[in-house]
């Protein structure tokens, strides 16, 4: 048994408290949010996963320290607009060489650092590893069979959190490949954010499987600049949670490109959806990316141009199918 503070106490943060307790883990949850503590405190369910109930002797509280201390492990689970202020809150009560697990996704817009960067950037003490995969709170609460890959500089944290969170329906694989993981899981929700606007359009099967397949170019492309392994976007972490995020409800970032889709604004789209969209927060970050690794994101830019310039959704598809002809995978006629 290992005693685990889970850093935030949204739906996904939940999912995991419910899984982690059923492998036989001590609990403690925090919340920076009064309600959502006395929420979980009276009803030990959050109401993001209705039905999904969490035990008695799982502790919730308020108190970053207590939620800290002692753990042999932090999941942090809190949505990227937030990791940094609440990394800067853990600093001074993480001790040296606490081995901390971030199973958000994003990229931060005004400074392109990957969330992992910026835990490691705000608390320097800790050992930050990442949790990344097609994994819908929803699903995983319920114990629906998942799966799921641990990135680590050091493989034995990778076989620590392994072993930690794999059970009978949540498998884990391990990777030391940190930067295409989180590339792929967060450029993905931009991917998403296209897939639900063509939705929203009224586009059908076909379109969709281009979206998708595109997408995952563009992602490996900008990931494989930066560093990141192909075989990486072609995983679990890459084309998996592509996959899944572009074709299910499930999905807030293809729910409010539905809602884009249909002529909301981007805020009226956010607002509507109640939860971080975080694709929104990843689509300029990613086009500042590719202007500095110097590679071509049509669909990402096209979304860009719908959230942020007031492009009408029917002129971006019209532009990406428009464009230039080209050959997919490079031209080998003598």
């Not at 039905?51 to 942090?76: C, H, P, Q, S, Y």
């Not at 202020?85 to 005004?110: C, S």
């Not at 293809?254 to 694709?279: C, D, F, P, Q």
């Not at 086009?287 to 009408?312: C, D, T, W």
Request: net charge negative.
């Amino acid at each position: 048994m290992a005693k685990i503070g889970i850093i935030g106490a949204g739906s996904w943060g939940s999912a995991l408290t419910v899984l982690l307790h059923n492998n036989g883990h001590e609990l403690c949850v925090w919340s920076a949010l009064p309600q959502e503590i006395a929420m979980l405190r009276a009803e030990h369910e959050h109401k993001s996963l209705p039905g999904v109930k969490l035990a008695e002797d799982i502790l919730f509280t308020e108190n970053l320290e207590e939620a800290v201390k002692g753990k042999d492990l932090l999941v942090m689970a809190v949505a990227s607009p937030y990791t940094r202020q609440t990394a800067k809150q853990l600093r001074p009560v993480v001790p040296e060489g606490q081995l901390i697990v971030n199973v958000a996704k994003g990229i931060e817009e005004h400074t392109l650092m990957t969330l992992s960067e910026i835990i490691e950037q705000e608390v320097p003490q800790a050992q930050v590893a990442v949790m990344s995969g097609p994994s819908h709170a929803e699903e995983v609460g319920r114990g629906l069979p998942t799966t799921i890959v641990v990135g680590a500089k050091k493989k034995e944290n990778a076989e620590y959190i392994q072993n930690i969170f794999m059970s009978q329906v949540f498998r884990v694989y391990i990777s030391p490949d940190v930067l295409g993981m989180e590339l792929g899981g967060a450029l993905k929700n931009v991917v998403a954010l296209a897939a639900g606007i063509a939705d929203g359009l009224g586009y059908g099967d076909n379109t969709k499987a281009a979206l998708i397949t595109r997408g995952i170019t563009e992602i490996a492309r900008l990931g494989t600049a930066m560093g990141g392994k192909f075989e990486t976007f072609c995983g679990l972490t890459g084309i998996g949670d592509l996959i899944v995020t572009c074709a299910s409800m499930h999905s807030r970032n293809r729910r409010a490109g539905i809602l884009m889709g249909k002529g909301y604004t981007m805020e009226e789209a956010m607002k509507e959806v109640n939860m971080v969209v975080e694709g929104v927060y990843s689509a300029k970050a990613a086009m500042a990316l590719a202007e500095k690794y110097g590679v071509s994101l049509p669909i990402i830019e096209q979304v860009n141009e719908i959230l942020f310039h007031g492009k009408s959704a029917e002129t971006a598809v019209r532009e990406l199918m428009l464009r230039d002809k080209k050959s997919e995978i490079g031209e080998f006629w003598e």
